[in-house]
């Protein structure tokens, strides 16, 4: 029977991550991850083959392809699960601009949601954007039996600088969606736009602020820190009665990086989806990111911030393959 649930920004451009043992509770060789054999899809010839995580995500698509829905199921694809989809608003957008948002009808939100849930055993939810209040309305009532994990990444502005959350919206994420977080990944703008404060403008501020989203419901924060100057982008997960844990990786010099931060909070979701610990699912997401980054410019779309090549992996299998 299905399972009823509880229920860009920049990162940075990252390199590989300085997981260090004094601050993840395992070694290097512990996340180090082969895409390939840490995500491997359930085999479809065998009989007895466990059945694959199912993910789903609940945002806006992006035309262009890169962020919202359409990044979230190439993520979920690229790392071996399977992504379904309950689509919140349609964005006229490309890798320069966002030039319209279209808020799909409430009840259709609803509608998406009970279609999913009720025949899908979802095994973790991402929500991404949503931009007004009906909306979440929504999704707060749909989830209200939903006991897995949920990954929220508040998306307000996308890479281009466009506006994508409505004011009004804000104060019913904050009151409504933030207490269903199992992770919040705000970056340091979306941070001060839901405490209603100064953009962080250091680490230890950074943690103030991700410490004041635990007062608001979150169970786990994660600030994260591309939006910060310097050649090393520092993340922090931040949980209550525990140590922050740092996350530090040399900034890699991209203009394509849109849809990071829908990456990465999928990628999570998805290692989540398959029962791994927070620190485990955020390291494996981070080194997937981390290559799909390094990986961009091979991509060559669109004229503004172009995307990550989320099958960055794959594509290189399949060429070794084909030789």
């Given at each position: 029977m299905a399972r009823r649930g509880r229920g860009s920004f920049p990162i940075g451009a990252y390199a590989p991550s300085r997981f260090m043992t004094s601050h993840f509770p395992f070694g290097?060789?512990?996340?180090?991850?082969?895409?390939?054999?840490?995500?491997?899809?359930?085999?479809?010839?065998?009989?007895?083959?466990?059945?694959?995580p199912i993910?789903?995500?609940?945002?806006?698509?992006?035309?262009?392809?890169?962020?919202?829905?359409?990044?979230?199921?190439?993520?979920?694809?690229a790392l071996g699960v399977y992504g379904a989809s309950v689509i919140a608003a349609i964005t006229v957008q490309n890798t320069r601009t966002v030039s319209a948002v279209h808020d799909v009808p409430p009840?259709?939100?609803?509608?998406?949601?009970?279609?999913?849930?009720?025949d899908l055993d979802v095994a973790?939810?991402?929500?991404?954007?949503?931009?007004?209040?009906?909306?979440?309305?929504?999704?707060v009532h749909g989830l209200a039996h939903f006991s897995g994990p949920i990954v929220l990444d508040p998306v307000m502005v996308a890479k281009s600088g466009d506006r994508l959350l409505?004011?009004?919206?804000?104060?019913?994420?904050?009151?409504?969606?933030?207490?269903?977080?199992?992770?919040?990944?705000?970056?340091?703008?979306?941070?001060?736009?839901?405490?209603d404060t100064g953009t962080a403008g250091s680490d230890a501020e950074a943690?103030?602020?991700?410490?004041?989203?635990?007062?608001?419901?979150?169970?786990?924060?994660?600030?994260?820190?591309?939006h910060a100057e310097g050649a090393i982008c520092t993340d922090l997960l931040i949980r209550r009665d525990r140590p922050t844990l740092r996350i530090e990786a040399p900034r890699i010099l991209t203009n394509n990086t849109h849809g990071t931060g829908c990456t990465l909070s999928s990628a999570i979701a998805a290692g989540l989806s398959r029962n791994l610990s927070l620190e485990t699912a955020l390291a494996q997401a981070h080194a997937y990111l981390q290559g799909a980054i390094r990986a961009a410019d091979s991509l060559k779309v669109g004229q503004g911030h172009g995307p990550v090549h989320h099958f960055h992996a794959l594509w290189k299998q399949a060429e070794r393959e084909a030789i």
């Open positions: 290097m060789r512990d996340v180090e991850m082969d895409q390939k054999q840490s995500f491997s899809p359930t085999n479809p010839t065998d009989n007895h083959a466990a059945s694959v993910c789903v995500t609940i945002a806006g698509s992006d035309s262009s392809g890169g962020a919202g829905i359409q990044a979230d199921l190439k993520a979920f694809s009840q259709i939100v609803a509608g998406q949601i009970d279609a999913v849930f009720s973790a939810v991402k929500i991404g954007m949503v931009s007004v209040p009906e909306t979440i309305e929504a999704i409505s004011e009004t919206a804000i104060s019913s994420l904050r009151k409504k969606l933030l207490p269903l977080a199992t992770l919040l990944t705000p970056n340091r703008p979306e941070a001060a736009c839901l405490l943690e103030e602020q991700g410490r004041a989203l635990l007062d608001l419901g979150a169970k786990a924060v994660l600030m994260k820190g591309g």
